[in-house]
């Protein structure tokens, strides 16, 4: 059976009615037939038949034991650090999304949560920053927004061989390109906001994880902080969901043109997509990883914001605006949007530059996006020259 054939068959039709719709159980509460007594549920945000539907297909996807459904990714990322207690540290990677860390330095680290930030691409960086506290290793692979690759096997061990967990967030790859479960991670986060929605019209979270103890964990700390996911947002994750591999496959494969497209080009200094063979970490994103996403990133050679800004307003079919993962391709300048919450010094020592350009490929034809990007980037060169002419 095929992965597509498999994920289709996990989704339940209605054994009530025969509609192959999973159903939409908008419903705060339950009756009970007695105290305590129920079919199953007794209030919403402890437990919704549509949101379960999601959770042990994600869980299923990911081949973990348990999932949670939170109202935002970073709902999710919160989850996960509620497992630790003051004191305790966290090792993340240094190109880290930004909501990520404005919550890892803003909100938990006067909670006495102390967070490390190191560049995890080399696995000796990571043995080197453990300390007795560290008891949560963070890592994105793909990193948002330069798209590093970790080797996520090899941190595992490390992590545990320090009785540490790993947490990698698997936003970028989506569970049909890679599963950290499989590789010796111990929770996966999703913001099913991106690839698993998959249409920009919904905002939710996901937790997986690995083994049936912790996940009690990561469902008592739901159920308690009660940032659940509601149940027609959980419908239209099922939906987006029932799609997923065929858009995934789309993705990969006009990203892959887009960026060999753009290494050529004269007005860009570096392309970060790690199915380039000129990508660092090439060869690892192709040991863990069955394609390299829908993802990349790039420094223009005038790396300033008014040049970054001139090209991202000058796209017809790449719309400004954050996110990604959807049906439509969008541009975003990750220092003054998505990472923006950062100290320019530190964004910058993490590889987020004035000059980097973030796309996210969406369902167009791959050659109308070349198209529009080479408009774009030509305007640059254009505007450069008729400077240095007014210069002379």
Not at 40 to 64: C, F, I, M, Q
Not at 187 to 197: D, E, F, N, Q, R
Not at 330 to 349: D, F, G, N, V, Y
Not at 351 to 368: F, K, T
Request: with cysteine.
């Amino acid at each position: 059976m095929n992965n597509v054939t498999s994920l289709l068959n996990s989704i339940p039709t209605d054994p009530l009615t025969g509609a192959i719709s999973v159903p939409i159980y908008q419903t705060s509460t339950f009756i009970q037939e007695a105290p305590n007594v129920n079919k199953g549920y007794d209030y919403s945000r402890t437990g919704n038949p549509t949101r379960d539907v999601l959770e042990r297909v994600v869980a299923k996807l990911e081949h973990g034991t348990t999932g949670a459904a939170f109202g935002s990714g970073l709902a999710a990322i919160d989850a996960v650090v509620k497992l630790l207690k003051s004191g305790d540290e966290i090792l993340a990677v240094d190109d880290i999304y930004g909501g990520a860390f404005r919550m890892f330095n803003d909100i938990y680290q006067k909670f006495g949560i102390k967070v490390n930030y190191v560049d995890t691409t080399k696995v000796e960086n990571v043995v080197d920053a453990f300390t007795p506290d560290t008891k949560l290793v963070w890592i994105e692979s793909p990193t948002n927004p330069t798209l590093k690759i970790s080797d996520i096997a090899a941190i595992a061990s490390v992590a545990h061989a320090n009785d540490a967990l790993l947490c990698v967030d698997n936003t970028f790859a989506s569970p049909v390109l890679q599963n950290p479960l499989e590789l010796g991670a111990d929770i996966v986060v999703h913001s099913a906001t991106k690839y698993l929605g998959g249409h920009c019209d919904l905002i939710a979270g996901i937790v997986v994880t690995k083994n049936e103890e912790l996940g009690e964990k990561i469902k008592y700390i739901q159920n308690a902080s009660g940032a659940i996911l509601g149940p027609f947002d959980s419908w239209l994750i099922i939906r987006g969901l029932e799609t997923l591999y065929v858009r995934v496959q789309r993705h990969c494969e006009s990203a892959l043109k887009v960026a060999q497209y753009l290494e050529k080009h004269p007005a860009i200094e570096k392309v970060f997509y790690p199915g380039l063979p000129s990508h660092v970490n090439h060869d690892v994103a192709a040991k863990q990883s069955k394609a390299f996403g829908g993802m990349i990133s790039f420094v223009l050679k005038n790396d300033t914001i008014e040049i970054a800004d001139e090209l991202v307003t000058s796209t017809k079919c790449f719309k400004l605006a954050e996110s990604l993962g959807g049906t439509k391709s969008l541009i975003c300048h990750p220092a003054q949007m998505t990472h923006a919450s950062m100290p320019a010094e530190i964004r910058k020592s993490h590889g987020v530059s004035d000059g980097l350009v973030r796309l996210s490929i969406g369902l167009e034809d791959p050659e109308d996006l070349i198209a529009d990007l080479e408009q774009a980037l030509n305007k640059i060169l254009k505007s450069k020259k008729e400077k240095a002419a007014l210069t002379a």
